[in-house]
């Protein structure tokens, strides 16, 4: 039961209190601040993928005039087993600080190898050339199988996965789940179906490239200026690598060119600070293009089996998935969100899931929207369609037979509370896009998707103004119009209208301490904290009322926007504007760590039409239907979804790292790595289903991550209706197609 | 001694304005108007011409002003997306982006504006595929660019509906 049943302004659709900086231009982004006689940072990169450095030498670079400081890996801390952050973002400091510069050896191509800070961008670039660097080129490998394989060059001889005994080799870490008993359970199956399916490492391709800017005092504080989907963690992480103390740093988060799991991290930030220190003058550092696609951490690739196991009449009996991932050159810990959540839509009670990351010569996979899930959902999701074909069944029927609904265990053992996968599997079914006919030609794909919505840390203050209106002040960057949620849920409790709320993102140093934008989690947990903050306002506010009546408190309500007793009435205005004679300034402070979390589900329909003769397959109708729990603002959660799938349609028909075999990326660009564009799609149709949250008090579960998990699934089941061949290795890029039509 | 800068001075009418800038002579128009004249609305997201946040108006024409040379625009007209208000009042186009919640992160939304502005001056009543792609050189990667294509078209019948 949530504590409100009704609402008045929360599901309305108000413009966004951030856009109009937006649509004229005046939003300040990370690139977009300049500091007074700030100098400029340039990374030199390594031009080799996989090897050990010999020697730098910086002084030719240092003798230029207008260069006022290089550094190198030796002017970051050495990591031990120290660990950051904690949930979706949790890493180790070792893993951390080779993504910001080598120490010694370089495992990519582009990794940082140095940096100098000079007067212009161009002399900084110019000095980056005269940075002397040698190299011992070693063989590098960049596939996951040859990774694995006999003889495959070692990225790592100082780590050993859990179970395995102390060999060299390139498997990062192996994790294993069973529940009850899967081989029995097979063996009970009439029907049982195993293939294996891959998809490629691709890129979050954010728009605006990373990008800050720090100034370090002579006192040695610090003040950081950066795009990131969290500054408490940029001012963690940078902490960290940097070797300051964190209390000295102060982080500021710019407006977000995007991010989608990418900008959970730090690569420039340490260096802009380090750099600044040595120099005495602050530094600008903006990432080139290229550099994002080369050493920033893309979203791994991914080699999924599935085996299912069903009875004739369509009961799915056992699974088995084994998720054999792309780690990149350091531990991005890709592999346990496959091995517990894979099957996280299936009623099963005996299954197995393995989750296995493998060490190559590329970047570091980093969090992609739902990380890992779009992977192994290809692979479950179209197995699942394939069983379904098997077993005679319309491939929704056969789901709405098999989902998990509340009081079912997941993988992790935790029963479901209320969830929405059935509602969403029924408003498909009954969806006229899937009542109506395929055309001619194409073909048709359905997919669901899970995604376990995080909680975690969140901080609001709301500040009253005499006349009235309210700052609501939160830590958490806004990606995708959060401020205007936040907005709207301060406004719901306090009664006031909506343009009365001035939401705002606040550096470090002026609320407390929230986790990253990610893991879904922005409007749940830092909504949570603003709902609460607003009802301590309204609690005070009260209290004051019957002070000055006279009365209890307990016997005064509020509603409309004041406190009621009878025939007495004072408005949130009047409260606000007496504030100074009735008990002082009205300010209201909420942090919590977030335990409503409620997983979000979701089913997409997609219509293909594949061209036989070219192999370009056309998105020609697409449908989203998802849980939102409760939509706060409606625009912004058809945003997400809309968003969500057009990346999923991106990665399942296009995007794909390519590497040469000397570990270069060969299409870093938006050129060569082609995201979708407006002429590729059709209008994403949604349907907002609302479930409530028990757990939360506006019933919010989360809407951010689940979009892009069934798109991969769905558009290769589209196509395979379309052209009656079987594709399970993505992307359905032209060529892969016309190989595939003609037998090959 | 000091080494010379070889900076060149450019005159320019910019977003209605005269203007003169220095610049050095490989400097592309997208890095002047951002460091030299404080016009951030134009973003870099690529500098190769593939992402068009940084979309201008030259002469009228759109183009990627990180693909235009600062000392090109000499004697030349240019609108960056600072100029497409009407002071207090917005184009229909960022009335509409606003209101179908046409943005997400909003940084490629400049861009949009000024190729969205462009495609109405050229065509006042598109069709879906007709702005589809005249704005398929405008990379969105959080919209998915449905709400997008919505307000430009709604902008669209707004701005005839105006000339009628």
Redesign the interface.
């Known amino acids: 039961m949530n504590a409100y049943q009704e609402f008045k302004i929360i599901g309305s659709r108000p413009v966004r209190p951030d856009g109009l900086d937006k649509v004229t231009g005046r939003a300040r982004y990370g690139a977009d601040l300049n500091m007074q006689g700030q100098l400029y940072g340039h990374v030199v990169r390594s031009p080799h993928a996989h090897a050990v450095i010999q020697s730098i030498d910086c002084s030719k670079a240092l003798a230029i005039e207008g260069v006022l400081a290089v550094m190198t890996g030796d002017d970051l801390v050495k990591p031990g087993n120290e660990m950051l952050g904690s949930g979706e973002g949790a890493m180790a400091l070792k893993d951390v600080v080779p993504m910001v510069m080598s120490q010694g050896k370089v495992l990519f191509h582009s990794q940082a190898v140095a940096a100098v800070a000079a007067t212009t961008p161009a002399l900084a670039a110019e000095a980056a050339k005269a940075i002397e660097v040698t190299y011992q080129v070693l063989p590098a490998v960049t596939d996951i199988h040859a990774a694995l394989a006999d003889g495959a060059p070692i990225l790592h001889n100082d780590r050993f996965p859990d179970g395995y005994p102390e060999e060299p080799t390139n498997l990062a870490t192996h994790i294993s789940l069973t529940v009850g008993d899967p081989d029995a359970a097979f063996e009970k199956a009439e029907v049982v179906i195993e293939q294996t399916y891959s998809v490629p490492m691709c890129h979050q391709g954010y728009i605006e490239p990373h990008a800050c800017v720090a100034r370090v005092d002579a006192a040695g504080r610090v003040d950081l200026w950066c795009c990131t989907q969290g500054h408490f963690t940029v001012r963690q992480f940078t902490a960290a690598v940097a070797g300051i103390d964190l209390g000295k740093i102060k982080v500021t988060a710019s407006e977000i060119g995007g991010g989608f799991g990418g900008k959970t991290t730090v690569y420039l930030e340490p260096l802009a600070v380090v750099l600044s220190k040595k120099a005495g003058r602050p530094v600008k550092m903006v990432m080139d293009r290229g550099d994002v696609f080369r050493a920033t951490g893309p979203a791994p690739g991914a080699q999924t089996r599935v085996k299912l196991g069903a009875t004739r009449e369509g009961k799915l009996l056992a699974a088995e998935v084994d998720c054999l991932m792309d780690s990149g050159a350091y531990n991005g810990n890709p592999a346990g969100i496959p091995a517990f959540m894979a099957t996280a839509c299936y009623k099963l009670t005996d299954a197995r899931s393995t989750g296995r990351s493998v060490y190559t010569n590329k970047p570091k996979i980093h969090a992609y929207r739902a990380p890992s899930i779009p992977q192994v959902t290809l692979g479950v999701e179209l197995a699942m369609t394939e069983l379904a074909a098997e077993l005679g069944m319309d491939p929704i029927e056969f789901r709405l037979k098999n989902a998990v609904e509340e009081g079912d265990a997941n993988m992790m053992g935790a029963p479901y509370h209320r969830i929405g996968l059935r509602e969403c599997l029924e408003v498909a079914r009954n969806h006229a896009h899937y009542k109506s006919a395929v055309a001619e030609g194409a073909g048709r794909g359905v997919a669901m998707g899970y995604w376990i919505n995080a909680g975690m840390q969140s901080s609001a203050t709301i500040n009253v103004s005499s006349d009235g209106h309210v700052a609501v002040l939160t830590g958490s960057p806004d990606i995708g119009g959060s401020r205007a949620s936040m907005a709207l849920m301060a406004a719901e409790v306090l009664g006031i209208p909506f343009d009365h709320v001035h939401p705002q993102v606040v550096a470090t140093d002026s609320v407390g301490h929230t986790d990253v934008t990610g893991g879904s989690r922005t409007t749940l947990a830092t909504g949570q904290a603003v709902i609460q903050a607003a009802e301590s306002c309204v609690a005070e506010m009260c209290r004051r009322a019957a002070a000055q009546w006279g009365v209890e408190p307990g016997v005064v309500a509020w509603s409309q926007g004041a406190a009621h007793y009878g025939e007495h009435t004072l408005t949130f205005e009047e409260l606000a504007e007496r504030a100074g004679g009735m008990g002082g300034p009205l300010t209201f402070s909420s942090s919590l760590t977030a335990t409503s979390t409620s997983p979000g589900f979701a089913v997409h329909i997609c219509d293909a039409e594949v061209d036989k003769e070219t192999g370009r397959t056309t998105i020609t109708r697409y449908t989203t239907i998802q849980d939102a729990g409760k939509a706060i603002h409606p625009d912004y959660v058809e945003g997400q979804m809309q968003g969500g799938a057009v990346q999923g349609i991106g990665w399942a028909l296009n995007e794909e790292y390519l590497y040469n075999a000397d570990g270069v990326l060969e299409n870093p660009g938006f050129l060569d790595y082609r995201i979708p564009v407006a002429s590729d799609l059709p209008y994403i149709d949604t349907v907002i289903v609302e479930i409530p949250n028990p757990l939360h008090p506006f019933g919010v579960k989360g809407v951010g991550e689940v979009p892009i998990v069934p798109p991969m699934p769905a558009i290769a089941e589209a196509v395979y209706q379309s052209t009656g061949v079987r594709f399970r290795d993505l992307p359905l890029n032209p060529p892969k197609i016309v190989a595939g039509l003609a037998g090959g | 001694m000091n080494?010379p800068l070889n900076k060149m001075a450019v005159q320019a009418t910019i977003n209605g304005e005269s203007t003169a800038f220095l610049c050095?002579p490989g400097q592309v128009l997208a890095e002047v108007l951002?460091?030299e004249l404080d016009?951030?609305?134009?973003?870099?997201?690529?500098?190769?011409g593939?992402?068009g946040?940084c979309s201008v108006l030259l002469e009228g024409r759109l183009v990627c002003s990180c693909l235009v040379l600062a000392a090109e625009v000499e004697g030349k007209s240019v609108q960056?997306?600072?100029g497409?208000?009407d002071g207090g009042e917005?184009h229909p186009v960022?009335q509409k982006?606003?209101?179908?919640?046409g943005?997400?992160?909003?940084?490629?939304?400049?861009g949009v504006?000024i190729a969205a502005k462009a495609l109405l001056e050229h065509n006042p009543d598109p069709t879906?595929?007709q702005?589809?792609?005249w704005?398929?050189?405008?990379?969105?990667?959080?919209?998915?660019?449905?709400?997008?294509?919505?307000a430009v078209l709604d902008a669209a019948k707004t701005m005839r509906e105006e000339a009628a």
């Open positions: 080494k050095s951002r460091d016009l951030i609305g134009t973003k870099i997201g690529c500098n190769t593939d992402c946040a960056t997306v600072e497409v208000a917005l960022q982006l606003l209101e179908h919640g943005l997400q992160c909003g940084i490629c939304t400049p504006v879906e595929e702005a589809r792609y704005l398929a050189g405008n990379l969105c990667r959080c919209t998915g660019y449905d709400k997008i294509i919505r």
